[in-house]
C-alpha cells in the first residue's frame, strides 16, 4: 500500500503532528518543489506504509526552520525523520533516506 501523503501547510499543523507524535510515531519529509534529487526521493518515499506528512518547502520556509528548531537538525532536503514523543528518532537526507526503516519505526 502506498503511502498516504498529508500536506504540512500550517504551524497549527505542525503543532498536531508533534502531538500525534506522543501517541505513535510520526514521519515527516521535508521536499523542494526545485530538486530533482527531492523528487525522485519523494517516489521512494511512496513505499512508506502508513501517513506521511510532507512540507514544500519553497511554500513555507517558516515552518521548515521551525522543524529545524524543534528537531536540532539543520535545514537540508530532502529531509525525513520520524517524531516520536515530540523528538526525532529517525533522522536521513538525501539518498540516505530508508523508507524501509521509516515503514519499521512507524509500526
Same mark, same amino acid.
Given at each position: 500500500?502506498?503511502?498516504?501523503?498529508?500536506?504540512? $501547510? =500550517?504551524?497549527? @499543523?505542525? @503543532?498536531?503532528?508533534?502531538?500525534?507524535?506522543?501517541?505513535?510515531?510520526?514521519?515527516?519529509?521535508?521536499? =523542494?518543489?526545485?530538486?530533482?534529487?527531492?523528487?525522485?526521493?519523494?517516489?521512494? +518515499?511512496?513505499? +512508506?506504509?502508513? @501517513? +506521511?506528512?510532507?512540507?514544500?518547502?519553497? $511554500?513555507?520556509?517558516?515552518?521548515?526552520?521551525?522543524?529545524? !528548531?524543534? !528537531?536540532?537538525?539543520?535545514?537540508?532536503?530532502?529531509?525525513?525523520?520520524?517524531?516520536?514523543?515530540?523528538?526525532?528518532?529517525?533522522?536521513? !537526507?538525501?539518498?540516505?533516506? @530508508?523508507?524501509?526503516?521509516?515503514?519499521?519505526?512507524?509500526?
Amino acid at each position: 500500500m502506498p503511502a498516504n501523503f498529508i500536506k504540512v $501547510e =500550517s504551524m497549527g @499543523d505542525l @503543532d498536531l503532528l508533534f502531538e500525534r507524535s506522543s501517541e505513535r510515531p510520526v514521519a515527516l519529509f521535508k521536499h =523542494s518543489n526545485s530538486c530533482g534529487i527531492s523528487a525522485h526521493v519523494l517516489e521512494m +518515499v511512496e513505499e +512508506v506504509d502508513g @501517513d +506521511v506528512f510532507v512540507l514544500v518547502i519553497q $511554500e513555507h520556509r517558516d515552518l521548515s526552520a521551525e522543524i529545524a !528548531t524543534r !528537531t536540532g537538525y539543520a535545514h537540508q532536503s530532502p529531509q525525513a525523520f520520524v517524531i516520536k514523543g515530540r523528538k526525532a528518532i529517525y533522522h536521513a !537526507t538525501h539518498y540516505g533516506i @530508508d523508507p524501509g526503516a521509516i515503514s519499521r519505526l512507524m509500526q
